[in-house]
């Protein structure tokens, strides 16, 4: 199956229990599909500039996306708000994870830094 955006995607990940896919793009939004259908489930609005990384928690209920914006959002994938924006990079977010406990979120940037 292919999933239509309607503009670059940059990062994708899939939920642990293979039932969804997010991704983030140019657009700066953070998408949430169905894995079996390609349906759009959530559209996560918050960043401000593109979206280079995302990721899902091990649990699958909330996802991590790291942007041009230079911050780090967690999100809520079943309300879709955000739980927590973290600042502190100085440069574009370029990658994120969760640790596999889910309990920490770790961000790479262009400024260097993890």
């Not at 940059?10 to 939920?15: F, T, V």
């Not at 983030?24 to 401000?48: F, M, N, P, R, S």
């Not at 994120?96 to 262009?110: E, I, L, R, Y």
């Amino acid at each position: 199956m292919t999933i239509k955006t309607s503009s670059p995607v940059y990062d994708i990940g899939i939920s642990p229990d293979g039932k969804q896919v997010v991704s983030g793009g140019h657009d700066q939004l953070v998408y949430i599909w169905d894995a079996l259908t390609g349906d759009l489930v959530k559209e996560l609005k918050g960043h401000t500039d593109l979206v280079w990384s995302v990721a899902f928690s091990p649990d699958g209920k909330q996802v991590v996306s790291g942007s041009n914006d230079q911050s780090v959002h967690i999100w809520d994938v079943l309300t879709g708000n955000i739980v927590n924006k973290l600042n502190g990079h100085t440069d574009s977010v370029l990658s994120v994870a969760f640790s596999p406990d889910g309990k920490q979120v770790v961000s790479g940037s262009h400024d260097q830094s993890v």
